[in-house]
């Protein structure tokens, strides 16, 4: 009897254990079912994100390097939906899903257009150009503010004495006020009479906007940021004296980005008026060191004095001269600039051009001159990509934003495109069913960079 008993003891004991372990072993397989379908929806909804995030607009891609999604598809209506729905075609079918946080090309003031420029400069050229231009770049901007000064000051002191100076003179100072552009163009130069509707540019018409935080990511470093953003807008965009793309809308597109006008009769117009700044401030600095021109300038003005019987007024007239001569100087920059040629940032007495015998034909039929090439000089484009430097950063993104739009607007087929229905990244909440009625809420996300 005690032996039975025994035997019944163990019996039951490894009933209990094997029902222990097949408890064990069958929640075993259902955990693992469960983590497996789990699994597999994330593998699900990552292969549709990337599926739909390789519709890339390939025109944007190919011309200018930046990666987004036509969040319109080609029908000129902008409709988070149609991602959805994309996401469902491509293998999240059965997944509810929800946009959390979506990015588009315009957001932030170009955020992601900037991060993506960034991104392809630095993988073509590296970060080796970058230099230190900030003192640099403040001797600039102190240039040209000293420029629109002096140009002040000669209106105050020309107030009241313009009968002081000869008749000669007068088609010099009108065309300074009136007839800028046509005084400084080279001879044969046709302005582009190319223009676009203001109001539609994306930079300043509202705007499509995301939602949800996409922090920016970590550059080059402010300075070296401004470098390569400036070296694309170079390559990309065409200028007064550098290649002119076929297709469109404007010539003059790094004029567009320093000035936004809507023609670009007015962006050639004030960029001129921009370097004649920057160029009158460096040749007037010149003229007041300079020991010989001031003596000619000196020798001048008491000639005119005499002539008008106020020799008083010797040192009046000598400085309108002196800021004319600088001005005029300037003149025969923009004219060597816009030719093709190239100037120097400082003047010496070999690269001076005016000869102040020639100041007052400036304007008149007489006027035969051309600029000088200096070969150790700047060209025009490297004055516009001074000018450049100086610009706001945002509103630099957003201009070069406003050339890519209507560029790629001018393609067959895109006329509605739009940059900020462009989308670069996507945050999705999913909820799928996996086991039983069990139901598993995951977050995805996917961006360019």
Sequence with gaps: MTVKSQKGEITAFLS?????????????????AIQTAKNQKRLDVERALFSVFGEFQLDLWEEYGVFAIDGTYGSGEYDEGCLLDRLSFYGSAGI??????????????????????LAYMEART?????????????????QEIQGAEISRELDATLAGNEELLPEEADSLLWARKNQLLSLVLPKDFEVSAK?????????????????????????????????????????????????????????????????????????????????????????YLFLQTDSEKQSEAETFALALALLVLQPEAVEVIKQIVLVLWGFGESVMD???????GKVPLTKTKESWQMQL???????????????????????????LQILLFLEDDTQLTMRTLDRVEENLRQREG???FRADTCVTKLKLKNTAEIWNGFTYTFPAYFGYL
Excluded: H
């Design 126 to 142: 590296g970060i080796s150009l970058v230099k230190d231009l900030t003192g640099l770049a403040a001797e600039w901007q102190e």
């Design 195 to 283: 223009s676009v509707p203001p109001e539609s540019q994306v930079s300043v018409r509202a705007r499509y906007t995301g939602r949800g935080s996409f922090p920016a990511n970590a550059g080059v470093g402010q300075l070296g940021e401004r470098l390569l953003l400036e070296q694309y807008i170079v390559e990309c965009m065409g200028c007064a004296t550098g290649r002119k793309a076929s297709g469109r809308s404007l010539d003059y597109e790094l004029e567009y980005l320093l000035c936004g006008k809507s023609s670009d009769a007015e962006n050639l117009n004030a960029v001129v008026s921009r370097l004649l700044f920057f160029r009158f401030a460096a040749n």
């Design 334 to 340: 923009l004219r060597a600039l816009l030719d093709g």
């Design 96 to 117: 509810e899903q929800e946009i959390t946080g979506i990015q588009l090309l315009t957001d932030n003031g170009g955020q992601a257009f900037r991060e993506q420029v």
């Design 16 to 32: 209990l254990i094997f029902v222990l372990l097949v408890s064990f072993i069958l929640a075993m397989l259902e955990s693992a």
């Design 357 to 383: 015998s020639s100041l007052f034909k400036l304007g008149t039929e007489e006027d035969q001159k051309e600029g000088m090439d200096a070969q150790d000089g700047l060209s025009y484009v490297e004055y």
């Design 414 to 416: 895109m006329s509605s």
